[in-house]
């Protein structure tokens, strides 16, 4: 077993945060299982309801328009579908919690109100005392993983208790450099963990194939070096997009945000972009456009500094 991996036993207390349901499923399917076997403790927490999910409601429901009535319904039969894919999975109701947070809507809600997010986090880790703490990575570009990873990472920060970080990628590729790491294999875990996925039916209506293919991969999970990012920007920005760009800035302490030719950065040797203020750590910083489009998932991501 590699060095970075926590025994799992009956000591393990492992938490595991889900943008969405089904995250916890597809993810850590296993290792839930896993650390129930080991006769360790587990709890679940998920961020959205998952209600802003369309397309599968329209296919599903055979219509056109979506409004709050309609999400409200979808949040339900998602939540009874999460009930059933973690009792699949060995988990009761009280293993799980989900926080309601707006689906789609993460990026915006941080911005917002980052302290109240925070303090909801930390009072959930100081309620559980987790060892063994597993998050979206940063580099997944829906936009939910990614402000879902820096939420937890800063909450975790201001709780200050020694505990285990690793993260799973769902959507997107890894960066370069990314250490991966993977529990060996134990008997039995893949048919549970594909009973529980075909509970998720509302996502297995449109992306069925996709979801079962992880039913077979081995769960891999990025470790997080101790000394952060490299403190530099990692964007080139061509002078026709600067207008359209934003720059959002978040640490344990709150966000902030400017436009990118409104933000304090600092402009170092070999062009290495860079903050020019003093910052609380962890810190990161998110590179976004204003300008509406198709596409939800984010083009620059987030970064840590």
Known sequence: M??????????TRLLVIAPHPDDETIATGQLIQ???RAGGSVRVLVLTGGDNNPWPQRWLERRLRVGPRERARWAARRRQEL???????GLAEQDWRSLGWPDLGMTDALRSDAPTMLATLEAELAGFRPGLVIVPDLADRHPDHGAGHVLVRLALARWGQPHHLLGYLIHGRPRPGTCWVAWPPMAGLQV???VAIRCHRTQMALSGRRLLRYVRREERFCVYPASGGSGDLPWRIRRPLAST??????????AEE???RDA?????????????LPVARPCFVKLHSKLPGPWIFDHWGWQEL
């Open 2 to 11: 590699p060095s970075q991996l926590p025994p799992i036993d009956r000591q």
């Open 264 to 276: 304090p950065i600092a402009h170092g040797e070999g062009g290495c972009l860079g903050l020019r």
């Open 83 to 89: 009930s059933l894919a973690l009792a699949a999975l």
């Open 245 to 254: 760009l934003r720059l959002l800035l978040a640490t344990p302490n709150g």
């Open 258 to 260: 400017w436009r990118w």
């Open 34 to 36: 896993r650390v129930r």
């Open 192 to 194: 549970n963990k594909e």
